[in-house]
């Protein structure tokens, strides 16, 4: 991490877990855990969640995210949620292209540039994931394939709005798997990331975006991650449901 030139930001995707009550459990044990954190937590729970851990996180340092919005305002979307819905409700970001969303959900990258768009227009900061199968860094096309998602899910995204866009890369063969990229994997392909936002917008933009490591990131590899120069943070699973786990990935950015 630089944090003298970016801020570092810790999130946590709680995915399908944790009911209103256990929401408001955990989210109470977290508060005090990391009250002092030197980075910006997030915590990105399930929409039935949502208005719990608002009124939870209230005068908190912690802000909530949603996991996903649909790129309409409104309409015959059954099952959707719309960006204007989750600013109303005081939520501050959405996560966006998770690969679950892809792989089961068939969301597309046209589909992530929409979504992007809503998300901004509603005045959310958004949770960019990218990151490539085994098959592809096997063949190894990592760096295309992760810059081709961030160049089209960026379409018609100005430079002033990249100042509410998080980059997280997020290989898809270590997510939920136990696998983790190597800390130089990781460094890499988030250089690479960085790379091409200096491409689209230029170095400065570049050198202020915050590029989250995700993947099987949790308490015991947190530091080494985290020491690579353009590895801004971490978007964490499993670890993020247990408020000790959490914490523990919090302080090691906050150092």
Known sequence: MNKALRPAVIA???????????AKALLEELRPLCKDAGCQVIVCVPFTDLETAVAAC??????????????AASGAFTGEISAGML????????????SERRQYFGETDE???????????????VILCVGELLSQREAGITAEVVS????????GVSAQEMGR???????????????????????EVCGILRGVLEQLYGSQVAQAATIQYGGSMNAGNAAELLA???????????????APDFAAIIQAASR
């Open 228 to 242: 690579q120069e353009d590895v801004d943070g971490g978007l964490i699973g499993g670890a993020s449901l247990k």
């Open 12 to 22: 946590g995707n709680w995915k399908m877990n944790k009911t209103r009550s256990e």
């Open 165 to 187: 866009i998080i980059l997280a890369y997020e290989p898809v063969w270590a997510i939920g798997t136990g696998k983790t990229a190597t800390a130089q994997q990781a460094g």
């Open 148 to 155: 081709l998602q961030t160049k089209a899910a960026l379409q």
């Open 87 to 98: 600013a109303e409700m005081g939520v501050r970001w959405t996560i966006v292209g998770h």
């Open 58 to 71: 209230q005068g908190s340092n912690i802000t909530v995210a949603a996991q996903n919005c649909h790129w």
């Open 111 to 125: 589909t992530v540039n929409k979504r992007i768009r809503a998300a901004l227009d509603q005045g959310l900061g």
